[in-house]
Nanobody, 125 residues
Framework: QLQLVESGGGLVQPGGSLRLSCAASGFTSDDYAIGWFRQAPGKKREGVSW????????NYADSVKGRFTISRDGAKNTVYLHMNSLKPEDTAVYYC??????????????????WGRGTPVTVSS
């Protein structure tokens, strides 16, 4: 059974950094693109970034370009989201997701059918 588990969230001051992890089990993460999403209270879930199954292609939402970096470690079956220069508006629950098939990703939540339970990130002084 395909399972995704996020970790690494927490409380950080503005300008700080965090690294989120998405650990995959039940499948080999290199077989799938992985997307990162976030949802703030009262707002819709929005795409943050995705990485292709090979790791050769990535994409980012305009709001995080230049601050966030997505990467994957096939040996650990894990995808990371490195977040730098964090802002209060980055506060949200962050989720990773995998599509039902395909090696490319999307920033649209409807592309994905397997989701983790999320890890909360709070950026506040």
């Amino acid at each position: 059974q395909l399972q995704l588990v996020e970790s690494g969230g927490g409380l950080v001051q503005p300008g700080g950094s965090l690294r989120l992890s998405c650990a995959a089990s039940g499948f080999t993460s290199d077989d799938y693109a992985i997307g990162w999403f976030r949802q703030a209270p009262g707002k819709k879930r929005e795409g943050v970034s995705w990485i292709s199954s090979s790791g050769d292609s990535t994409n980012y939402a305009d709001s995080v370009k230049g601050r966030f970096t997505i990467s994957r470690d096939g040996a650990k079956n894990t995808v990371y989201l490195h977040m730098n220069s964090l802002k209060p508006e980055d506060t949200a629950v962050y989720y990773c997701a995998a599509p039902p098939y395909g090696h490319s990703g999307s920033l649209h939540p409807a592309w994905y059918d397997s989701w983790g339970r999320g890890t909360p990130v709070t950026v506040s002084s």
